[in-house]
């Protein structure tokens, strides 16, 4: 059993009251203020459990400005603190704005030492409740996360991830097919940190962002006045990335004659930069994404059959995020959390009706999309809870290709569903057995007859 104390920080300017406070209750550590510039200092020293606030503090005692600018204050702060508001006769919508803004609870002035202590103690219980349930879903977060970055409990991208694993320390160059924004440079990444190259460099370049006639020289290099403003001798890329991974991002934009330069760079692991004639040995590896068809590149002429059998030694199909159930969720919160920590702290999680938003739209842009609207959503949040209107989804179309085996739609929707639950629940079997409505026995059964993992 701890011996530690819960810390309890009594904000109030009445000095009888305060001494009262003091010795109420000997189970925490308390500390007793009385204005707004003491409050913040033991709030940043202490880290209180919970706050009693007295809402009439000087300069404006009979007021309530000066309370609400440490309410506030506190929110900003410390937004998972416990803040219980005093409310003077006929100050009930004070009390009332002050949750609003963010405050547990308020108790009624004047004091009932044994009242208060009782929703003292109940915030208190609340606070550590909530403190368990934030560390159980970071431990979640972490148990989702394959190759070090990336968060899934998808089979589909558990079977990416694999196959990356596996393929990681060969020396082989790897193609990663997929839509934009499926988190192609993020799986290459992984791959270079899987990898006993790791200790090298990881280095990419966007062939589609780079003009056609710089690109030669972002990726071989080029010497001293080899060409109008090359002023200095510059290693491109390639030589930028031996001894570790070069990662070249939508390589179906390399233009058809630099191809051929690329191919003799994978055959013979030389290079020449621009300007030169002299051969350098390069040991980089090539990781390479597109979402073009590049198959069909081939048989238009626009892409080189030979380099794309260098280039594709190995080919890795990325699911799109609507291919992925449930994956949608564990994602959408990991932002949050990163997102409120950085733009606004008071934000704790998403509401039903938007965690209900996010499983059912279709992520066109995938996990590129998810970010950017999440990212929007904290921004714009005025409360603990980012809704669905913060996320600004339209309503869903109805799917007009709907599957006629009634066996294999019933165990297909099943799936889904449990995926869903399973993710919102962070893999919790009581909490995803309530959410579907059923028994956990029952749950557990679905999960073996469609093999399954919680």
Same mark, same amino acid.
């Given at each position: 059993?701890?011996?530690?104390?819960?810390?309890?920080?009594?904000?109030?300017?009445?000095?009888?009251?305060?001494?009262?406070?003091?010795?109420?209750?000997?189970?925490?550590?308390?500390?007793?203020?009385?204005?707004?510039?003491?409050?913040?200092?033991?709030?940043?020293?202490?880290?209180?459990?919970?706050?009693?606030?007295?809402?009439?503090?000087?300069?404006?005692?009979?007021?309530?400005?000066?309370?609400?600018?440490?309410?506030?204050?506190?929110?900003?702060?410390?937004?998972?603190?416990?803040?219980?508001?005093?409310?003077?006769?006929?100050?009930?919508?004070?009390?009332?704005?002050?949750?609003?803004?963010?405050a547990y609870d308020f108790y009624q002035k004047p004091v009932d030492i044994e009242a208060l202590g009782l929703i003292v103690r109940r915030a208190l219980h609340v606070q550590r409740i909530e403190n368990e349930n934030r560390n159980l879903a970071a431990?979640?977060?972490?148990?989702?996360?394959?190759?070090?970055?990336?968060?899934?409990?998808?089979?589909?991208?558990?079977?990416?991830?694999?196959?990356?694993?596996?393929?990681?320390?060969?020396?082989?160059?790897?193609?990663?097919?997929? %839509?934009?924004?499926?988190? =192609?440079?993020? @799986? *290459? +990444?992984?791959?270079? $940190?899987?990898?006993?190259?790791?200790? #090298?460099?990881?280095?990419?370049?966007?062939?589609?962002?780079?003009?056609?006639?710089?690109?030669?020289?972002?990726?071989?290099?080029?010497?001293?006045?080899?060409?109008?403003?090359?002023?200095?001798?510059?290693?491109?890329?390639?030589?930028?990335?031996?001894?570790?991974?070069?990662f070249l991002d939508e390589v179906g934009d390399i233009p058809f004659p630099l191809q051929v330069k690329l191919l003799r760079f994978l055959q013979e692991r030389v290079i020449e930069r621009i300007g030169s004639r002299k051969s350098i040995h390069v040991?980089?590896?090539?990781?390479?994404?597109?979402?073009?068809?590049?198959?069909?590149?081939?048989?238009?002429?626009?892409?080189?059959?030979?380099?794309?059998?260098?280039?594709?030694?190995?080919?890795?199909?990325?699911?799109?995020?609507?291919?992925?159930?449930?994956? %949608?969720?564990?994602?959408? =919160?990991?932002? @949050? *959390? +990163?997102?409120?920590? $950085?733009?606004?702290?008071?934000?704790? #999680?998403?509401?039903?009706?938007?965690?209900?938003?996010?499983?059912?739209?279709?992520?066109?842009?995938?996990?590129?999309?998810?970010?950017?609207?999440?990212?929007?959503?904290?921004?714009?949040?005025?409360?603990?809870?980012?809704?669905?209107?913060?996320?600004?989804?339209?309503?869903?179309?109805?799917?007009?290709?709907?599957?006629?085996?009634?066996?294999?739609?019933?165990?297909?929707?099943?799936?889904?569903?449990?995926?869903?639950?399973?993710?919102?629940?962070?893999?919790?079997?009581?909490?995803?057995?309530?959410?579907?409505?059923?028994?956990?026995?029952?749950?557990?059964?679905?999960?073996?007859?469609?093999?399954?993992?919680?």
């Amino acid at each position: 059993m701890s011996d530690i104390r819960p810390k309890l920080l009594i904000v109030e300017d009445d000095a009888g009251l305060q001494a009262q406070f003091k010795w109420a209750w000997p189970d925490f550590d308390v500390t007793v203020v009385g204005d707004r510039a003491a409050a913040i200092a033991a709030l940043r020293a202490e880290e209180p459990d919970v706050v009693t606030l007295d809402l009439g503090l000087p300069p404006d005692p009979d007021g309530v400005t000066e309370g609400f600018a440490v309410l506030d204050e506190i929110m900003a702060l410390k937004p998972a603190t416990k803040v219980i508001v005093a409310s003077g006769h006929g100050a009930r919508e004070s009390a009332l704005q002050a949750i609003a803004k963010g405050a547990y609870d308020f108790y009624q002035k004047p004091v009932d030492i044994e009242a208060l202590g009782l929703i003292v103690r109940r915030a208190l219980h609340v606070q550590r409740i909530e403190n368990e349930n934030r560390n159980l879903a970071a431990r979640a977060g972490e148990d989702n996360r394959v190759l070090g970055r990336m968060i899934t409990a998808a089979p589909e991208m558990l079977k990416v991830a694999r196959t990356i694993e596996r393929v990681a320390n060969a020396n082989v160059s790897v193609m990663l097919l997929g %839509a934009s924004g499926t988190g =192609k440079e993020l @799986l *290459a +990444r992984g791959l270079h $940190e899987s990898s006993n190259r790791r200790d #090298g460099p990881f280095v990419a370049i966007n062939c589609a962002a780079i003009p056609e006639n710089l690109l030669e020289s972002e990726l071989f290099g080029h010497e001293k006045g080899a060409f109008t403003g090359a002023i200095k001798t510059t290693e491109g890329k390639i030589e930028q990335a031996s001894g570790g991974t070069l990662f070249l991002d939508e390589v179906g934009d390399i233009p058809f004659p630099l191809q051929v330069k690329l191919l003799r760079f994978l055959q013979e692991r030389v290079i020449e930069r621009i300007g030169s004639r002299k051969s350098i040995h390069v040991d980089t590896r090539i990781v390479c994404a597109t979402h073009q068809d590049l198959e069909a590149m081939i048989t238009d002429g626009r892409f080189r059959e030979d380099l794309f059998y260098r280039l594709a030694e190995i080919v890795v199909k990325i699911p799109s995020l609507a291919e992925r159930p449930g994956d %949608a969720t564990l994602l959408a =919160k990991a932002f @949050l *959390a +990163r997102f409120a920590r $950085e733009m606004n702290p008071q934000v704790k #999680g998403f509401s039903a009706d938007a965690l209900a938003a996010i499983d059912s739209w279709g992520w066109p842009g995938n996990v590129r999309e998810l970010e950017n609207r999440v990212k929007r959503a904290v921004i714009m949040a005025d409360g603990k809870l980012v809704g669905a209107a913060d996320l600004d989804l339209a309503e869903p179309e109805e799917d007009a290709a709907q599957v006629l085996n009634l066996k294999c739609a019933r165990e297909s929707a099943d799936r889904r569903v449990i995926r869903h639950a399973l993710a919102r629940s962070e893999g919790n079997i009581s909490n995803t057995a309530k959410l579907l409505g059923i028994s956990r026995p029952t749950l557990y059964d679905l999960l073996k007859q469609y093999d399954m993992h919680a």
